[in-house]
């Protein structure tokens, strides 16, 4: 691996352009990489950083522009082609073989590398060039533990490595921190600075702010394919940030509350449920919003799931206005009043190939149907006025869902459930893939629906977020609820102590 020159322009991409049929998505883009910089990519969704990335990784080719590495032009038409430039992304979604190990992933599809003509001694030089460049970055792991055993933090590192056995000069981290708990991010970051170090160059696309801050050296924003700032991170301040992506200054971006809360919408009595909860007890109130925090695996999600029906506890109490049910179904649930907006949008939330319409009345179809007839006049009449209510940004009702943003999409789910008229709302992780602007706006919308006198429980790894929504925060721990604490009392710190088990508290 040829180490570069830190400050030496690596990658320059002049006037770049493209389009889609009649959408111009990039207008003149410029950005510049140097080698040794972590170089944050910003802007909200629909902005074009997928597509600028898309052409540096060869899966777009540009209708007019200029790249260049290393001061000279070079031509990128597709992906195998990117990756002989030096030039390696790793996506969201990680693209590894669980049933093989480290090393035969590191070199699957390099087997020429390493040599074909021996099986045995292949696999002996495998695991020690993957050792080799574990040592060098600093990753403590086995060469031949297999992908299935590990977190999801280290499998993000063996990605890294993957291209840094390519003789990457260039790597593109889209969201790398998303799925992350706050312990493999922070041993991630220490791999970006040890690859920085080393003159790599680093485009970081990321909707955490905290993130950009920490580990970014220089920032890029778009705005409707348009570069709208550049320069130093030092330059610029989380406000500077958010107005540049959304072109106005959102002001409050978590909402004010003075909310009176009303009775006991929801009571769950020392629920338990074998290896995922251990006596969780909880309250939620008419015109509430609590915030359940905790790293990913605590148990957030394996609440919400028991709460909405999706899995059954083995024991203790649900009770729901002051009346004991039993929850044996998503659709008991619904029965009684409660909806979930689940994490995992893409699939267990929409129809992707559907139209906004169309799911929006997914949960609720018996309304809108007689003798299985659709009445297609109210899905519209009923979609529309809450396209209205929750402002989605769409061109029509009936273009595919999957076509939207991701903060348009999680309104598209919020809307589904509001047509069901529920009084409990469990939303899993609801900003994950959000950008700021969209993020605010939900948050507005979510403290709305409280002065309804809806009660809301949003489970969430993000700190802030949780710290700037709830009325009152319970912290999870290895299944069990660990502290409960009003607003006034939370920090950032207390919270991460409860959440790392470094800290105990009796409620």
Not at 32 to 59: D, P, R
Not at 427 to 456: C, Q
């Amino acid at each position: 691996m040829n180490e570069q020159n830190q400050g030496s322009t690596l990658l320059k991409l002049s006037g770049i352009n493209k389009r889609f049929g009649a959408n111009q998505i990039l207008h003149s883009v410029d950005f510049t990489l140097e080698a040794g910089q972590v170089h944050a990519l910003m802007g909200a969704n629909g902005a074009g950083k997928s597509t600028l990335m898309k052409i540096i990784a060869g899966e777009y080719t540009l209708d007019s522009g200029r790249i260049e590495l290393e001061g000279k032009e070079i031509e990128i038409h597709n992906p195998a082609q990117a990756k002989r430039h030096g030039i390696s992304v790793i996506h969201q979604e990680l693209n590894l073989v669980p049933e093989m190990t480290i090393a035969d992933n590191v070199f699957l599809g390099k087997e020429a590398a390493i040599g074909k003509s021996n099986f045995l001694l292949s696999r002996v030089k495998a695991l020690t060039l993957t050792k080799q460049l574990l040592d060098r970055f600093g990753i403590g792991l086995d060469p031949s533990q297999k992908i299935k055993h590990l977190s999801l933090g280290h499998q993000q590192l063996v990605e890294i490595l993957k291209a840094l056995s390519d003789d990457s000069k260039v790597l593109v981290m889209d969201e790398p921190t998303a799925t992350l708990t706050s312990g493999e991010t922070e041993r991630l970051f220490a791999v970006i600075r040890s690859l920085r170090s080393k003159g790599i160059g680093i485009v970081y696309i990321s909707h955490r702010l905290d993130e950009i801050q920490e580990i970014c050296d220089h920032v890029t924003i778009l705005k409707d394919g348009k570069m709208t700032a550049e320069g130093p991170i030092g330059e610029f301040n989380n406000d500077t940030i958010i107005e540049r992506m959304v072109g106005r200054n959102l002001g409050n971006y978590y909402p004010e509350s003075t909310r009176q809360f009303g009775n006991p919408l929801l009571e769950l009595r020392q629920v338990q449920k074998q290896g995922a909860l251990q006596d969780v007890s909880l309250t939620l109130r008419a015109g509430e919003i609590v915030g359940i925090f905790g790293l990913l695996g605590a148990g957030q999600s394996d609440l919400m799931r028991v709460i909405f029906g999706a899995e059954r506890p083995d024991s203790g109490q649900i009770r729901i206005e002051d009346r004991e049910v039993r929850i044996g179904s998503p659709a008991a649930a619904k029965q009684l009043g409660i909806a979930l907006v689940t994490e995992n949008r893409k699939e267990e939330g929409l129809v992707l190939e559907m139209g906004s319409d169309q799911n929006m009345v997914l949960a609720s179809m018996k309304q809108f149907s007689r003798y299985g007839v659709k009445a297609a006049d109210r899905i519209q009449k009923t979609a529309s006025a809450h396209v209205e209510k929750l402002g989605i940004k769409l061109p029509s009702l009936k273009d595919p869902v999957k076509q939207l943003s991701g903060g348009n999409q999680q309104k598209v789910i919020l809307g589904k459930w509001l047509i069901t008229s529920p009084q409990v709302i469990l939303l899993s992780e609801p900003t994950r893939g959000v950008d700021v602007g969209a993020r605010s706006e939900i948050y507005h919308i979510l403290s709305g629906l409280a002065d309804e006198g809806k009660g809301i429980i949003v489970a969430s790894s993000d700190v802030d977020e949780v710290l700037g929504m709830s009325d009152r925060i319970l912290v999870m721990f290895q299944g069990k609820i660990v502290a409960e604490l009003e607003k006034r009392q939370a920090s950032e710190d207390l919270l991460m102590e409860f959440a790392s088990g470094a800290a105990v508290q009796t409620r």
